[in-house]
Every structure is written in structure tokens, then in C-alpha cells.
């Protein structure tokens, strides 16, 4: 008597059908809220970024001072996101596993991580100080805010200075960041990437 193609085997897996990764099956997706906030984040990075880099390339006076507007809101929204998510992560509590991994890779992980948030703080509020030192004011959703610091000529040189340079720093992390997330995917195959992925509505 012939086996069934289809017959199940020990540990579940079907004849003729390759079985799915332990690591792919065993880790649950991250909450959808952290899942949300996460790629609203990464979307404000990128469009604050496109509009200091398009205003670069451009001579017009109204539309560079558009875009530097609009980057100065894209930045503080990444500052405002960052502070939802700490609070919506304080109430969560214990996040579901992220399976078993070498202690070099958790340690590794956990100081990209740790530096990634540092920066996401750390360059707006530069940029709202480097706004203050020049003496203009900072607006979000039409309410301005207060200055940081009181108008300066060389302190603003040295604000957009550290600016810069941390820009320079967050671009070289997030590429990190990215290409430990694409080596999880496609080396690892342990479902790490899936954990943060949006998930498709049915």
C-alpha cells in the first residue's frame, strides 16, 4: 500500500511539502500599536530628510523656506512619535519573545537599538535648539513652541554642526539597522523581520 504524498509525518510536517521554519513559526508578531508607531517613525525620518536634501538642490527662497519648514515639522513629529512610544511601551509591558539568538547578537542588537533611540531624541531637539539659537521661532501644528536656548550666532554654528554630524551618525546606524534586519530575514530565516512587518488585513 502506497504512502499518501500529503500523510503526515512526526512532527506535523506533510509529505511532498517543505515544513516552515521553527523560528519563523515559533515568534508572534509584535503589537500593532509598536508595529505603527514604528513605520510612522521610519516615514518622518525619511520625509524630514528628503525635504533638507531637495532644499539643498534648490535656489527658490519661498520653496526653501517651505522645505526647511517642513522639515523642522517632520523632525518634531519623530521627537513627538518617540514619547508615544515610550509610553505605550511602559503599559505593554513584557513584549513576546524574540527567540534564541547568541549573546554577541542580543548585546549587538540592544546597543544599536539603545543608539537608534538616542538619536531619534537627540537630533530633533538639536534642531529645535539650532531654530532657537538663530532667533526664529518653532511651530507645530500651528502652535509655537518655546525656545531652548536664547538666540546666538556661534552657538547656532555649533548646533548645526552637532546637527549634521549626528544626521551623518543616525544615517550610518539606520543602514545597520536595516541590513541586520535583511540578514535576519534571508541568512537567519528566523522570523525576526516578520515580528515588525505590517500585517495584512484579511
Not at 12 to 20: E, V, W, Y
Not at 50 to 65: M, Q, S, Y
Not at 83 to 103: C, I, K
Request: proline share 7%; hydrophobic share 50%; charged share 15%.
Amino acid at each position: 500500500m502506497g504512502l499518501n504524498p500529503l500523510t503526515p509525518l512526526k512532527g506535523g510536517a506533510l509529505r511532498g511539502k517543505p515544513a516552515r521554519s521553527s523560528g519563523q513559526a515559533a515568534l508572534t508578531p509584535l503589537p500593532r500599536r509598536l508595529r505603527v508607531l514604528h513605520w510612522l517613525t521610519v516615514i518622518c525620518v525619511v520625509v524630514a530628510a528628503a525635504f533638507i536634501l531637495t532644499r539643498d538642490e534648490l535656489d527658490g527662497r519661498n520653496v526653501r523656506l517651505w522645505l526647511l519648514e517642513g522639515h523642522r515639522h517632520f523632525g518634531l513629529f519623530v521627537l513627538a512619535l518617540f514619547v508615544v512610544r515610550v509610553f505605550v511601551r511602559l503599559r505593554m509591558g513584557r513584549l513576546p519573545p524574540s527567540g534564541e539568538h547568541p549573546w554577541p547578537v542580543r548585546v549587538a542588537a540592544g546597543l544599536t537599538h539603545i543608539a537608534l533611540y538616542a538619536l531619534l531624541v537627540t537630533l530633533p531637539l538639536l534642531g529645535w535648539a539650532l531654530t532657537s539659537a538663530q532667533g526664529k521661532p518653532a511651530h507645530l501644528f500651528g502652535a509655537t513652541l518655546p525656545n531652548l536656548v536664547a538666540p546666538d550666532e556661534d552657538l547656532a554654528d555649533t548646533l548645526q554642526t552637532w546637527h549634521l554630524n549626528a544626521a551623518w551618525v543616525l544615517l550610518g546606524i539606520v543602514c545597520l539597522h536595516i541590513a541586520a534586519a535583511l540578514w535576519h530575514h534571508f541568512v537567519m530565516r528566523d522570523g525576526v523581520l516578520r515580528r515588525m512587518w505590517p500585517k495584512r488585513r484579511r
